[in-house]
């Protein structure tokens, strides 16, 4: 009742603060991106004006999507952890949301907030990017 599969307690206690560390750390990485860096004045979404930082347009251009992807993947991020810290109230940490098998240690100790085993991850990113931008 106290342990999930596979996890002991102090392995779930050492992820659940591993966890919390990188949810500070996004929180704080998109907090940073949205409202600016202090000097700079507020322009779009409060996203770094590369076009200072550059003459080609095209790159400061390139820059500004690679911060939107960033900022996206932050937020998804935010929500894989939360969904964690979740499961782990639950008891359910550590198991693969799609076939419920526990997920490998390695895999845990690279990314805290994985959801998936391997495999199920691998499926579910061939069905996103089968689903294309409609999304
Ligand atoms: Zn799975």
Redesign the pocket.
């Known amino acids: 009742m106290s342990t999930a599969r596979g996890l002991d307690q102090a392995a779930v206690e050492r992820f659940r603060d591993q966890l919390l560390a990188l949810k500070r750390d996004a929180a704080v990485a998109v907090e940073t991106r949205l409202h600016g860096q202090g000097e700079l004045r507020k322009d779009e979404a409060g996203l770094p004006r590369h076009a200072d930082e550059t003459d080609d347009d095209g790159a400061a251009e390139t820059q500004r999507q690679a911060d939107v992807v960033h900022l996206a993947r932050k937020a998804t991020q935010l929500d894989e952890i939360d969904a964690a810290l979740a499961r782990i109230a639950t008891g359910d940490y550590g198991l ?1 949301i ?4 526990p997920i490998d240690l390695r895999r845990l100790e690279a990314y805290p907030a994985a959801l ?2 391997a ?2 991850q691998q499926q579910a990113e061939l069905h996103q990017s089968r689903l294309g931008r409609h999304a």
């Open positions: 693969c799609d076939c419920d098998e998936r085993c495999r199920c």
